[in-house]
């Protein structure tokens, strides 16, 4: 009868020094971390929701589905922000794939994107405070843009109420993330199975040390041009709705659905000689130099998974799974490492991977470790960013 080693260290993930911000990201896991997100049409007072859905995780396990109703952010336009406070230096970062209501392939309405913005919070709690002029953000976004039909990113800064934007080639799942260093913005993305690639870089020493950061979600634009961004800022723009003019509206055309797969907030570790740097002039800092502490650098590996062992006869199984009532997620196999060491000195590139095929049961992740029979093995996996 063969004897199974009984010291096992089961480490969740690797050490970190703790983040303030890491307490405001988000898994998508839990219905009930719906009450940790801000919405600005509730903040503002105004009143009218712009989503048809916000679903944390039920529809699709591990994703915030977003569905937005007729709306768009451009000039004096508000649409939708789903939005945490933050005060300082942030990064944050999420993965979303963007489609057409109910189906495949890119949205077929004018202006229907997802992503990332930051904004300046407004003095304001009711629509009767609001004055002209005082809309400033930056976003950068993933669906279709000028072309229906066809997968894009578009990016826009808005200073005082008056909009620029950009539009390039897109796809359908991106990461994406923005940087906020000082009065640097930095708008980096990666495709899917693709790297990281810096998109745009503004300078806004107007934002206040305090921003909205969080997700948006637009669409059908000609519509909301048609009616004039007074309308479309009080009203739910679905077919038959009373216009503050007294008209119905009618010929709405929304076509996005955009699920994220988490958002991650963290403090940027800006290197020593790039702290006071021009940030946003590439002539100044590179974009490698960039690169260096953003992407996948900007954030630590998601929350830890927990880590079992199960002695087999002629190996160990590993289990993995998150906290107790947490789904087991297999779009997120892609992103899972657990390698395993006799010496837990050792550095975590030089601990064996565990390669083989990975098994769901009893919603967990279970894969086989052939050298598990050796005495004093130590694991460790964390889900990548």
């Not at 189906?103 to 913005?117: E, T, V």
């Not at 400033?136 to 993933?142: D, G």
């Not at 998109?199 to 519509?223: C, E, I, K, M």
């Not at 991650?264 to 570790?269: I, K, T, V």
């Amino acid at each position: 009868m063969k004897l199974f080693p009984t010291l096992f260290l089961l480490l969740g993930q690797l050490a970190r020094a703790a983040d303030d911000l890491t307490p405001l990201s988000d898994e998508f896991r839990s219905v009930h971390a719906q009450t940790r997100w801000q919405r600005l049409y509730q903040t503002e007072g105004w009143g009218n929701d712009a989503l048809a859905t916000l679903n944390f995780g039920q529809q699709r396990p591990g994703r915030l589905l977003m569905i937005p109703h007729t709306s768009v952010w451009y000039e004096e336009f508000r649409g939708e922000l789903t939005y945490q406070t933050v005060t300082g230096d942030f990064v944050i970062t999420t993965d979303v794939a963007v489609s057409r209501r109910g189906g495949g392939g890119a949205p077929r309405s004018q202006f229907s994107l997802a992503g990332i913005m930051v904004r300046t919070p407004r003095p304001m709690t009711s629509p009767a405070q609001w004055t002209p002029g005082g809309q400033n953000y930056v976003f950068l976004s993933l669906g279709a843009a000028n072309t229906p039909g066809t997968y894009q990113h578009e990016v826009k800064t808005t200073v005082n109420s008056v909009s620029t934007l950009e539009i390039s080639p897109g796809t359908p799942q991106a990461q994406i993330q923005v940087a906020r260093v000082g009065r640097h913005l930095i708008l980096l993305r990666r495709p899917a199975g693709g790297s990281w690639t810096v998109h745009r870089r503004y300078s806004r020493p107007d934002f206040p040390a305090t921003l909205q950061a969080g997700l948006t979600v637009y669409t059908d634009w000609p519509n909301c041009e048609r009616i004039g961004f007074s309308a479309q800022n009080r009203t739910v723009l679905t077919n038959g709705a009373r216009l503050p003019n007294g008209t119905l509206f009618a010929g709405a055309n929304p076509d996005l659905e955009a699920a994220f797969d988490y958002v991650r907030y963290a403090r940027p570790n800006v290197p020593a000689q790039l702290v006071g740097a021009d940030l946003s002039n590439p002539a100044a800092v590179s974009d490698a130099q960039l690169l260096a502490f953003l992407g996948d650098h900007a954030h630590e590996p998601a929350e830890p998974l927990r880590v079992r062992l199960e002695p087999q006869p002629a190996a160990s199984r590993v289990r993995l799974d998150y906290g107790e009532g947490q789904a087991t997620e297999l779009h997120r196999l892609d992103r899972l490492q657990v390698r395993a060491s006799a010496d837990l000195a050792q550095p975590w590139a030089t601990w064996r991977p565990l390669n083989g095929p990975v098994t769901v049961h009893e919603g967990a992740f279970l894969l086989e470790d052939p050298l598990g029979s050796v005495p004093a093995q130590f694991y460790r996996a964390m889900e990548l960013p």
